[in-house]
């Protein structure tokens, strides 16, 4: 479709129901107040008009209770400003809900990115057989993490579910009606989810949309390439699981707690293929074909409710034996609905999702030395050398009651992965994930420890994954890994592994790290410099991005971000974490997952069959994107530097307010309490509150400089044929451009009058405007987003909708920093705000 289709398209379906539907918020049972329908759109024109004026938020809520209450006392009017947060959350879900309804419509199956364009184009370049040999060995695998983006309890995301169903059928008396259950349904977590919360908080997804999107999807695969030829590969689409197995830097994620995710996955899947059976035997009702059938549902519900253990493998042969009845006996009647039960079992074998664990090596490394110091006998102090030479030679076994809680936890949660892979399958639990991993022995230690667990190293059936994050870790991890294929005992680890490495490499924490381009790019050469030491030494390997929502934390455009990457980076995986409310907005329902999954895919196979069509990143593009990004990097440094830094993110933001909020069950920084230190900031926090405030800064912050300072030296010509020839360095500008969209500084212009903080304001705002005015310059656009319309269209609504909702937080602020009035109340207004901000951002953190 064309811009203005698109556009039109956009208006009819979303725009206008939005209006429509918006109407019956004027009927939502509001407690002591009906009024806040008419007075919202009052604060909308204050806070629109007062910013364009230079007004501060302080002085456009006073106005608004001037102009349009006759509320004279702190508490009404504290009332009043909750009962609005409240109101706006609500129409949050419903513009939500209206979108997500019309996805299907604005995305058709004609799309770039689709299976259908990837089939039509194969076969228009004879390649078809090309493509079905790379579905052989390729997969995606998407992990979800439960880090703290997401607030609704689980009432209201089933609310979210009926209200878009109802939507798709234009139901006015359902919608009507589901908006009353909204207005009374607390969108508040009592207590702080625990671990185990979050992780069945996200297993309602993997029950009620994954369990169709995948399986449908992987259907669809079938009767486009399948046909006629060897079936795709039944893994080609995996789900990955964090609740409950990553515990860095949460202290609530016990072996306990590991043991019973694993659990509930196992069971949740076994329910899905339960209710899929009940729905299965309605058809299938044949002699012989029931039997079997009715047998498997007794043995599932038993392995259910009576805790039998029931593998992938027996659930396979029933459905095998009903196969052969029904192809013999019945003339394969309803085959295909036999066909699909099975495959969904393939694919999600008694697992659901691979649960996996993850922990800081820095814990690793307190946990070793613990165990060294009490077990190995030394008289002296050891060196690292010393350590791991111990480690890779004791025949020791070690029991966990005889160390202190973490060590003790940590060994106990290693030893529990044989249990949890007997019921949950190998598949259920096979990665062991290190954060900040810089170093040889950070991968070693993890190793050493499943000897000193008792497991013979054959026994050892986890890959053991390091994660570079940090730029500093990025520097190493070439040579980290090349000494680790060189290193017998691992690279015997890894022929037991097939041969493959995992590799994660962290966006969030290298973008707070070096900055947006510098991390981006430093990403891209860590990739190409591990595939080229991998392949040096016969070993597959796969990348894992641990990438958050917005482009500061590794979002945005995903599909160009994955078809960009060039001939020179390893292609056999994409592995990728989504979180927080990136999962509901981005796999929130079937027609999204299904729509993503499939761009994920089709962008991993066109940049591998396609690969002719696509030239590499020339040496001369390489020294001017290196160049560009040590510019950024520069100013980006700088910025870090400045003694302002983090007390303005302490003081002038929403930082301190997300660890108070009952969100997520993990803290916000690494460490024990103390001063707050920029290292021990965790990205998501980092992110958001600058996010909160409107500003972004992450997510653009240097590279206006960069561009600026080649254009002082008469070379912008050469940074617009980089962006004409290089489809990475495109979508690194096209996703910052995504980032300073949603910018506001007019929220926050009064801060440039701060005798502590406005001349940090000022360096943030100069730096906004120039990248702005340098990336339009740049594209020849002449607003952000311009080739975006659905985007760009859905953001300004968001933007219009919570702009009420940031002039609220702002003012609690300013009331707090003043240390006027009701604390508490602010502090609150401060807090609830944080929440309709986050989700109608979609991707905020």
């Known amino acids: 479709m064309q811009h203005h289709e698109i556009t039109e398209k956009f208006r009819q379906l979303v725009e206008n129901k939005f209006q ?27 806070s629109k008009a007062g910013y364009q004026l230079g007004k501060s938020p302080e002085e456009i809520i006073e106005e608004f209770f001037i102009k349009h209450t006759g509320l004279q006392t702190e508490e009404q009017k504290t009332e009043l400003l909750f009962k609005i947060i409240q109101y706006i959350e609500r129409q949050v879900v419903l513009f939500d809900s209206i979108e997500d309804a019309a996805f299907s419509q604005l995305h058709p199956e004609s799309e770039s990115g689709t299976l259908l364009q990837l089939y039509e184009r194969a076969m228009q370049d004879r390649r ?18 439960a880090h703290p983006t997401q607030f609704y309890p689980n009432a209201v995301q089933r609310i979210l579910h009926d209200l878009r169903s109802a939507i798709m059928k234009d139901s006015v008396t359902d919608i009507d009606m589901l908006l009353q259950q909204l207005g009374k349904t607390p969108f508040l977590n009592r207590e702080k989810p625990t671990p185990l919360d979050e992780a069945l908080s996200i297993i309602f997804y993997l029950r009620y949309v994954y369990y169709d999107s995948i399986g449908e999807l ?33 202290p609530f994620v016990t072996a306990d707690i590991t043991r019973k995710v694993a659990q509930q996955l196992h069971i949740s899947i076994l329910k899905s293929y339960y209710a899929h059976l009940k729905k299965l035997r309605r058809r299938l009702s044949f002699r012989g074909v029931s039997d079997e059938l009715d047998m498997l549902s007794e043995e599932i519900y038993s392995a259910v409710y009576d805790g039998r253990n029931i593998s992938e493998k027996q659930i396979l042969s029933r459905i095998n034996n009903a196969e ?61 050398e010393e ?20 060590t003790k936890d940590t060994l106990e949660n290693i030893i529990n992965i044989k249990t949890i892979q007997q019921t949950n399958g190998e598949r259920g639990m096979s990665r062991y994930i290190i954060s900040n991993s810089d170093e040889v022995k950070d991968v070693l230690n993890v190793f050493a420890m499943f000897r000193l667990c008792g497991y013979a190293e054959e026994d050892i059936k986890m890959d053991i994954v390091p994660l570079f994050e940090t730029m500093q870790g990025l520097d190493a991890a070439a040579d980290v890994m090349k000494s680790l294929y060189e290193l017998p005992v691992y690279r015997r680890h890894l022929e037991r592994r097939g041969n493959q490495q995992t590799i994660m490499l962290g966006f969030s924490d290298g973008t707070k790290d070096g900055g947006y381009l510098k991390a981006n790019w430093e990403i891209y050469q860590t990739k190409e410099e591990l595939t080229k030491r991998s392949e040096e030494n016969g070993i597959n390997v796969i990348f894992f991005d641990g990438r958050g929502g917005p482009p500061a934390r590794g979002g945005g455009k995903t599909h160009d971000f994955y078809a960009a990457q060039g001939k020179t980076i390893a292609n056999h995986k994409i592995e990728i974490t989504i979180q927080g409310q990136t999962i509901t907005s981005v796999f929130g329902n079937k027609d999204q997952a299904k729509y993503n999954f499939e761009q994920l895919l089709t962008a991993g196979i066109e940049s591998e069959v396609f690969k002719n069509d696509k030239k590499d990143i020339e040496p001369s593009e390489r020294a001017l994107i290196a160049e560009l990004a040590e510019l950024s990097f520069r100013k980006y440094t700088d910025l870090k530097s400045h003694p302002r830094f983090v007390p303005y993110l302490q003081e002038m933001s929403t930082l301190q307010y997300y660890g108070k909020t009952n969100i997520g069950s993990r803290p916000t920084k ?25 500003q972004n800064v992450p997510g653009f912050f240097g590279f206006g400089f960069a561009l600026n300072e080649l254009k002082k030296q008469d070379r912008f010509d050469e940074i617009k044929a980089l962006y004409r020839g290089s489809d990475f360095f495109k979508t690194l500008v096209l996703n910052s451009m995504m980032s300073m969209n949603k910018t506001y500084f007019p929220l926050t212009s009064y801060m440039k009058d701060n005798e502590t903080y406005g001349e940090f304001w000022q360096i943030l705002f100069d730096e906004y405007q120039l990248s702005k005015s340098m990336m339009l310059e740049l594209t020849g656009f002449k607003m952000l987003m311009e080739e975006e319309p659905l985007s760009r269209k859905s953001i300004k609504i968001r933007e219009k909708i919570v702009l009420p909702l940031l002039s609220i937080q702002q003012y609690a602020l300013m009331k707090l920093h003043k240390n006027e009035g009701n604390r508490e109340a602010y502090e609150k207004l401060v807090m609830r705000s944080l929440f309709g901000n986050i989700n109608a951002s979609r991707n905020s953190a």
């Open 387 to 406: 350590k791991l030479h111990w480690l890779l030679s004791t025949h020791e076994v070690i029991r966990p009651e005889e160390f202190d809680e973490v």
């Open 324 to 384: 052969e009845i029904l192809m013999t006996q019945h003339n394969g009647l309803f085959s295909n609905l036999l066909d699909d039960f099975k495959d969904r079992v393939t694919i999600f074998g008694t697992h659901f999702a691979t649960l996996d664990i993850r922990q800081d090596s820095r814990v690793h490394q307190q946990v070793i030395d613990e165990i060294v110091w009490r077990k190995a006998g030394f008289t002296h102090e050891l060196t690292s």
């Open 670 to 694: 690494r460490g024990a309490d103390g001063d707050l230190k920029f290292e021990d900031l965790r990205a998501i926090p980092f992110v958001g509150s600058w996010s909160q405030l409107k």
């Open 218 to 250: 992987y259907r669809k695969i079938k009767n486009t390439f399948g046909k006629d030829h060897d079936q795709p590969n039944p893994n080609i689409f995996q789900l990955g699981f964090w609740p409950g197995g990553d515990r860095d830097g949460n």
């Open 128 to 145: 078809l057989d090309a493509v079905r040999k790379k579905m052989q060995d390729f997969s995606v695998r998407v992990v979800f993490t």
């Open 20 to 46: 429509i539907y918006n109407s019956l918020f004027m009927s939502l049972p509001y407690d002591r107040m009906t009024n806040i329908g008419m007075l919202l759109p009052f604060l909308y024109e204050e």
